[in-house]
């Protein structure tokens, strides 16, 4: 089994900063990709931004130039850096990563429990 903690988040002003944070722990061989997916109310959940080993970041269009994703691999923890940010920011966030649990499992899927992001003055 794998497990995944997040933390951070609450409550920003528009034009503030927050930072999330997301460690994976348990039955794990290799992660294969990190990332922050978000759910406003009456919307889809919809991906924030993602990391694979050794590519280059992705990030919706929406958070470009705000949000900055990283990675500490030797914690297996994923960052999400969130400035300037805006009240359609506004929604519980998700922590995803897909891991591989032995040299030929397939690769599962775990998310994170979310953690509520509130942009408002």
């Known amino acids: 089994q794998v497990q995944l903690v997040e933390s951070g988040g609450g409550l920003a002003q528009p034009g503030g900063s927050l930072r999330l944070s997301c460690a994976a722990s348990?039955?794990?061989?290799?992660?294969?990709?990190m990332g922050w997916y978000r759910q406003a109310p009456g919307k889809q959940r919809e991906l924030v931004a993602k990391?694979?080993?050794?590519?280059?970041?992705d990030y919706a269009d929406s958070v470009k130039g705000r949000f900055t994703i990283s990675r500490n691999n030797a914690k297996n923890t994923v960052y999400l850096q969130m400035n300037s940010l805006k009240p359609e920011d506004t929604a519980v966030y998700y922590c995803n990563v897909q891991i591989k649990t032995g040299v030929y499992s397939p690769t599962y899927d775990y998310w994170g429990q979310g953690t509520q992001v509130t942009v408002s003055s």
């Open positions: 990391i694979t080993s050794g590519d280059r970041p």
């Open positions: 348990g039955s794990i061989f290799r992660i294969i990709a």
